[in-house]
Protein backbone atom coordinates (compact mmCIF):
# COMPACT_ATOMS: atom_id res chain seq x y z
CA UNK A 1 0.00 0.00 0.00
CA UNK A 2 1.13 3.74 -0.57
CA UNK A 3 2.81 5.30 2.55
CA UNK A 4 2.43 9.05 1.69
CA UNK A 5 -0.61 11.25 1.16
CA UNK A 6 -0.49 14.02 -0.69
CA UNK A 7 -3.40 17.36 -0.36
CA UNK A 8 -4.06 18.99 -2.29
CA UNK A 9 -5.23 16.44 -4.59
CA UNK A 10 -5.14 18.94 -7.48
CA UNK A 11 -4.52 22.75 -7.32
CA UNK A 12 -5.06 25.28 -9.32
CA UNK A 13 -3.03 28.96 -9.26
CA UNK A 14 -2.41 32.27 -11.44
CA UNK A 15 1.12 32.70 -12.94
CA UNK A 16 3.14 34.57 -9.84
CA UNK A 17 1.17 33.28 -7.19
CA UNK A 18 2.63 30.30 -4.43
CA UNK A 19 1.87 26.80 -5.04
CA UNK A 20 2.20 24.90 -1.72
CA UNK A 21 1.81 21.44 -1.70
CA UNK A 22 1.69 18.79 1.58
CA UNK A 23 2.71 15.24 1.77
CA UNK A 24 2.28 13.12 4.91
CA UNK A 25 3.71 9.77 5.40
CA UNK A 26 3.15 7.01 7.99
CA UNK A 27 6.37 5.29 9.03
CA UNK A 28 10.28 6.50 9.70
CA UNK A 29 12.60 7.62 6.92
CA UNK A 30 15.65 7.66 5.81
CA UNK A 31 14.84 10.74 3.64
CA UNK A 32 12.05 12.16 1.55
CA UNK A 33 11.93 13.42 -2.06
CA UNK A 34 10.00 15.11 -4.50
CA UNK A 35 9.73 14.27 -8.04
CA UNK A 36 7.78 15.91 -11.31
CA UNK A 37 6.22 14.51 -13.54
CA UNK A 38 4.74 16.09 -16.94
CA UNK A 39 1.98 14.43 -18.22
CA UNK A 40 2.45 11.20 -19.47
CA UNK A 41 6.24 11.37 -19.40
CA UNK A 42 8.92 10.31 -16.69
CA UNK A 43 9.86 11.59 -13.75
CA UNK A 44 12.65 13.88 -13.21
CA UNK A 45 14.06 14.48 -9.29
CA UNK A 46 13.15 18.16 -7.92
CA UNK A 47 15.04 17.65 -4.26
CA UNK A 48 16.34 15.44 -1.36
CA UNK A 49 15.64 16.44 2.10
CA UNK A 50 17.35 13.67 4.97
CA UNK A 51 15.80 12.95 7.94
CA UNK A 52 18.16 15.27 10.10
CA UNK A 53 17.14 18.37 7.61
CA UNK A 54 14.71 20.74 8.79
CA UNK A 55 14.49 22.40 5.55
CA UNK A 56 16.08 22.90 2.02
CA UNK A 57 16.21 25.34 -0.72
CA UNK A 58 16.51 25.07 -4.43
CA UNK A 59 16.14 27.79 -6.89
CA UNK A 60 12.56 28.51 -6.47
CA UNK A 61 12.09 25.10 -4.88
CA UNK A 62 11.54 25.32 -0.96
CA UNK A 63 11.38 22.09 1.13
CA UNK A 64 10.40 21.70 4.91
CA UNK A 65 10.58 18.15 7.41
CA UNK A 66 8.54 17.80 10.14
CA UNK A 67 9.82 14.00 11.44
CA UNK A 68 7.36 14.27 14.42
CA UNK A 69 4.38 14.45 12.53
CA UNK A 70 5.84 12.79 9.66
CA UNK A 71 4.67 15.45 6.81
CA UNK A 72 6.43 17.44 4.26
CA UNK A 73 5.60 20.43 2.27
CA UNK A 74 7.06 21.80 -0.97
CA UNK A 75 6.40 25.24 -2.06
CA UNK A 76 6.68 26.68 -5.49
CA UNK A 77 7.14 30.59 -5.31
CA UNK A 78 6.74 32.75 -8.51
CA UNK A 79 5.08 29.80 -10.11
CA UNK A 80 4.94 30.03 -13.81
CA UNK A 81 3.17 28.15 -16.71
CA UNK A 82 5.69 25.66 -17.48
CA UNK A 83 5.35 24.66 -13.52
CA UNK A 84 2.14 22.51 -14.73
CA UNK A 85 2.61 19.00 -14.26
CA UNK A 86 1.89 16.38 -11.41
CA UNK A 87 4.06 16.75 -8.14
CA UNK A 88 5.17 13.59 -6.26
CA UNK A 89 6.71 13.12 -2.56
CA UNK A 90 8.31 9.55 -2.55
CA UNK A 91 9.80 8.26 0.60
CA UNK A 92 12.81 6.34 1.47
CA UNK A 93 12.91 3.89 4.55
CA UNK A 94 16.02 2.22 4.02
CA UNK A 95 15.55 -0.35 2.57
CA UNK A 96 17.93 -0.67 0.03
CA UNK A 97 16.70 2.98 -1.87
CA UNK A 98 13.08 1.93 -2.59
CA UNK A 99 10.47 4.37 -3.10
CA UNK A 100 6.99 4.89 -1.63
CA UNK A 101 5.56 7.58 -3.76
CA UNK A 102 2.44 9.90 -2.38
CA UNK A 103 -0.61 9.99 -4.28
CA UNK A 104 0.59 13.01 -5.83
CA UNK A 105 -0.70 16.46 -6.67
CA UNK A 106 -1.58 17.70 -10.12
CA UNK A 107 -0.53 21.39 -10.37
CA UNK A 108 -2.26 23.98 -13.23
CA UNK A 109 -0.51 27.41 -13.54
CA UNK A 110 -2.78 29.58 -15.69
CA UNK A 111 -1.32 32.36 -17.90
CA UNK B 1 23.57 14.32 -15.71
CA UNK B 2 22.83 10.04 -15.72
CA UNK B 3 20.48 8.87 -18.52
CA UNK B 4 17.85 6.26 -18.65
CA UNK B 5 16.29 5.26 -21.51
CA UNK B 6 13.38 2.79 -21.96
CA UNK B 7 12.29 1.36 -25.07
CA UNK B 8 9.82 1.08 -26.99
CA UNK B 9 7.86 4.46 -25.87
CA UNK B 10 4.59 2.56 -26.59
CA UNK B 11 3.08 -0.53 -27.51
CA UNK B 12 -0.09 -2.15 -28.86
CA UNK B 13 -0.73 -5.67 -28.39
CA UNK B 14 -3.49 -8.01 -28.45
CA UNK B 15 -4.57 -9.99 -25.73
CA UNK B 16 -2.73 -13.07 -25.02
CA UNK B 17 0.55 -11.88 -26.27
CA UNK B 18 3.59 -11.23 -24.69
CA UNK B 19 5.74 -7.70 -24.62
CA UNK B 20 9.21 -7.14 -23.74
CA UNK B 21 10.19 -3.62 -22.08
CA UNK B 22 13.65 -2.55 -21.93
CA UNK B 23 15.12 0.01 -19.60
CA UNK B 24 18.95 1.14 -19.79
CA UNK B 25 20.70 2.95 -18.25
CA UNK B 26 22.81 4.69 -20.78
CA UNK B 27 25.95 6.55 -19.18
CA UNK B 28 26.18 4.73 -15.93
CA UNK B 29 26.33 1.26 -14.34
CA UNK B 30 23.10 0.29 -12.42
CA UNK B 31 23.20 -2.87 -10.26
CA UNK B 32 19.85 -2.10 -9.16
CA UNK B 33 16.92 -1.13 -11.35
CA UNK B 34 13.20 -0.64 -10.26
CA UNK B 35 10.25 -1.31 -12.23
CA UNK B 36 6.94 0.95 -11.23
CA UNK B 37 3.48 0.76 -12.72
CA UNK B 38 1.49 3.93 -12.89
CA UNK B 39 -2.74 4.33 -14.10
CA UNK B 40 -4.16 7.25 -15.42
CA UNK B 41 -3.64 9.83 -12.96
CA UNK B 42 -2.39 7.23 -10.36
CA UNK B 43 0.64 7.30 -8.42
CA UNK B 44 3.55 4.93 -8.97
CA UNK B 45 3.35 1.68 -7.56
CA UNK B 46 6.69 -0.49 -7.01
CA UNK B 47 6.39 -3.61 -8.85
CA UNK B 48 9.69 -5.14 -8.14
CA UNK B 49 13.20 -4.30 -7.55
CA UNK B 50 15.81 -6.02 -10.25
CA UNK B 51 19.51 -6.93 -9.44
CA UNK B 52 22.25 -7.55 -11.56
CA UNK B 53 22.68 -11.04 -11.93
CA UNK B 54 19.70 -11.90 -9.60
CA UNK B 55 16.65 -12.87 -9.24
CA UNK B 56 14.08 -9.96 -9.23
CA UNK B 57 12.44 -8.77 -5.82
CA UNK B 58 8.71 -8.60 -6.12
CA UNK B 59 6.24 -6.41 -4.50
CA UNK B 60 3.26 -8.03 -2.62
CA UNK B 61 0.35 -9.07 -5.08
CA UNK B 62 2.86 -8.94 -8.14
CA UNK B 63 2.52 -12.10 -10.05
CA UNK B 64 6.39 -13.19 -11.04
CA UNK B 65 5.35 -15.63 -13.57
CA UNK B 66 3.56 -12.86 -15.16
CA UNK B 67 5.69 -9.72 -14.69
CA UNK B 68 8.95 -11.33 -15.39
CA UNK B 69 12.05 -9.42 -15.30
CA UNK B 70 15.80 -10.09 -15.90
CA UNK B 71 18.66 -7.77 -15.45
CA UNK B 72 21.22 -9.65 -17.70
CA UNK B 73 24.04 -6.67 -17.55
CA UNK B 74 24.83 -3.24 -15.40
CA UNK B 75 23.15 -1.31 -17.91
CA UNK B 76 19.98 -3.49 -18.82
CA UNK B 77 17.34 -4.60 -17.29
CA UNK B 78 13.90 -6.05 -19.09
CA UNK B 79 10.64 -6.55 -17.98
CA UNK B 80 8.57 -9.08 -20.29
CA UNK B 81 4.62 -9.09 -19.19
CA UNK B 82 3.54 -12.34 -20.41
CA UNK B 83 0.17 -13.03 -21.99
CA UNK B 84 -1.13 -9.88 -21.83
CA UNK B 85 -4.56 -8.99 -20.51
CA UNK B 86 -6.33 -5.02 -21.25
CA UNK B 87 -5.94 -5.25 -17.41
CA UNK B 88 -2.35 -4.96 -18.02
CA UNK B 89 -2.58 -1.69 -19.52
CA UNK B 90 -0.92 1.10 -17.98
CA UNK B 91 2.33 3.27 -18.08
CA UNK B 92 5.01 1.20 -17.02
CA UNK B 93 8.61 3.21 -15.75
CA UNK B 94 12.00 1.94 -14.52
CA UNK B 95 14.68 3.83 -12.26
CA UNK B 96 18.10 2.85 -11.92
CA UNK B 97 20.19 3.92 -8.89
CA UNK B 98 22.70 6.18 -9.46
CA UNK B 99 26.78 4.93 -9.25
CA UNK B 100 28.36 4.72 -6.01
CA UNK B 101 28.84 8.04 -4.50
CA UNK B 102 26.26 10.23 -6.10
CA UNK B 103 23.16 11.13 -4.05
CA UNK B 104 20.32 9.39 -3.15
CA UNK B 105 18.22 9.86 -6.09
CA UNK B 106 16.91 7.78 -8.56
CA UNK B 107 17.13 8.37 -12.36
CA UNK B 108 13.80 7.18 -13.67
CA UNK B 109 13.42 6.27 -17.53
CA UNK B 110 10.76 8.33 -19.66
CA UNK B 111 8.28 5.18 -19.58
CA UNK B 112 6.47 3.04 -21.51
CA UNK B 113 2.79 3.26 -22.72
CA UNK B 114 1.26 -0.47 -23.13
CA UNK B 115 -1.82 -0.93 -24.64
CA UNK B 116 -3.30 -4.47 -24.27
CA UNK B 117 -6.78 -4.57 -26.95
Known amino acids: SQQGEEDPQALSIQEGENATMNCSYKTSINNLQWYRQNSGRGLVHLILIRSNEREKHSGRLRVTLDTSKKSSSLLITASRAADTASYFCATDTGGGNKLTFGTGTQLKVEL | GAVVSQHPSRVICKSGTSVKIECRSLDFQATTMFWYRQFPKQSLMLMAT?????????EQGVEKDKFLINHASLTLSTLTVTSAHPEDSSFYIC?????????????FGPGTRLTVT
Open chain 2, 50 to 58: SNEGSKATY
Open chain 2, 95 to 107: SADPPTGTPYEQY
